[in-house]
Nanobody
Framework: QVQLVESGGGLVQAGGSLRLSCAAS????????MGWFRQAPEKEREFVAA????????YYTDSVKGRFTISRDNAKNTMSLQMNSLKPEDTAVYYC???????????WGQGTQVTVSS
């Protein structure tokens, strides 16, 4: 079992930046590939970014490449998502998640709201 808690969401103008954090507790954080997902109103949840256990590989959905950066600190059991050049279409609830088996994210945080105004 692993518990995940997101923080750092808020309201920002288009072009601005936010940094989301995910704090993990419970089972060893380094066991898991970690990811960020988001869900906008009336839309399905979508993948945003992921980072493997040792931070040597990162993955991004096309719409955030070059603007978002995922990172993790295994010593502190935390993961972050630096979001720059934010757009109104980035508005969503953002969730961090831990991958328990390939492609299966079994642990989720409660989410943090990001709102980008135009």
């Amino acid at each position: 079992q692993v518990q995940l808690v997101e923080s750092g969401g808020g309201l920002v103008q288009a072009g601005g930046s936010l940094r989301l954090s995910c704090a993990a507790s419970g089972r060893t954080f380094t066991m898991y590939k970690m990811g960020w997902f988001r869900q906008a109103p009336e839309k399905e949840r979508e993948f945003v970014a992921a980072i493997n256990r040792n931070s040597d590989n990162t993955y991004y959905t096309d719409s955030v490449k070059g603007r978002f950066t995922i990172s993790r600190d295994n010593a502190k059991n935390t993961m972050s998502l630096q979001m720059n050049s934010l757009k109104p279409e980035d508005t969503a609830v953002y969730y961090c998640a831990a991958e328990v088996s390939q492609g299966n994210y079994g642990y989720w945080g409660q989410g943090t709201q990001v709102t980008v105004s135009s």
